[in-house]
T-cell receptor
């Protein structure tokens, strides 16, 4: 079974631009969560989608948004990029909503904002 | 609010030594899940174990073992006879269960370096 895939793997943008990251969950998984990892703040939860609906959201500004499609693939968008948005963005998928099943993480997208 | 503390920032051992990674958590929930993940240099988080708050049995999987103690709010991870391939950053994480919320609260991670 293929794992979680994320595209692109690396991205370089400049301040003020916007970016869209993509995540394809494991086949059959309906829950997708996004996390941001930075050296200063560590791993922080962004949001979770289940059956195309946002179920939970972390403490991030409105510049961070996401969506999920009917095939469970998910995208996250960051508008008006700031230098502090440079991070590794990790996507995780799981079979069920909630903590009853394990989350499997993708390799991440490393975003650099110049 | 939930909180996970991994006080050990970095640990360096020589191959074949045993090493224990500490994890202390805080939560007001009576039902919760605890996790350990491994992050090798490639960046991908690899799931190691999940433990729910009602199951305090220790678990052993090969060279890995976990000690869950609710009385001290700790969920420590021991690697026996460490190997160079164990070098990675290890994260402990906590998740609420009753509300069905997915969010994992991660500790700051412990970087383990196993020297040959």
């Amino acid at each position: 079974k293929a794992g979680v895939t994320q595209t692109p793997r690396y991205l370089i943008k400049t301040r003020g631009q916007q970016v869209t990251l993509s995540c394809s969950p494991i086949s059959g998984h309906r829950s997708v969560s996004w996390y941001q990892q930075t050296p200063g703040q560590g791993l922080q939860f962004l949001f979770e989608y289940f059956s195309e609906t946002q179920r939970n959201k972390g403490n991030f500004p409105g510049r961070f948004s996401g969506r999920q499609f009917s095939n469970s693939r998910s995208e996250m968008n960051v508008s008006t990029l700031e230098l502090g948005d440079s991070a590794l963005y990790l996507c995780a998928s799981s079979l069920e909503q909630g903590a009853r099943s394990e989350q499997f993480f993708g390799p991440g997208t490393r975003l650099t904002v110049l | 609010a939930q909180k996970v503390t991994q006080a050990q920032t970095e640990i360096s051992v020589v191959e074949k030594e045993d090493v224990t990674l500490d994890c202390v958590y805080e939560t007001r929930d009576t039902t919760y899940y605890l996790f350990w993940y491994k992050q090798p240099p490639s960046g991908e988080l690899v799931f190691l174990i999940r433990r729910n708050s009602f199951d305090e049995q220790n678990e052993i999987s090969g060279r890995y073992s976990w000690n869950f103690q609710k009385s001290t709010s700790s969920f420590n991870f021991t690697i026996t006879a460490s190997q160079v391939v164990d070098s990675a950053v290890y994260f402990c994480a906590l998740s609420e269960a009753p509300t069905g919320r997915r969010a994992l609260t991660f500790g700051s991670g412990t970087r383990l370096q196993v020297q040959p």
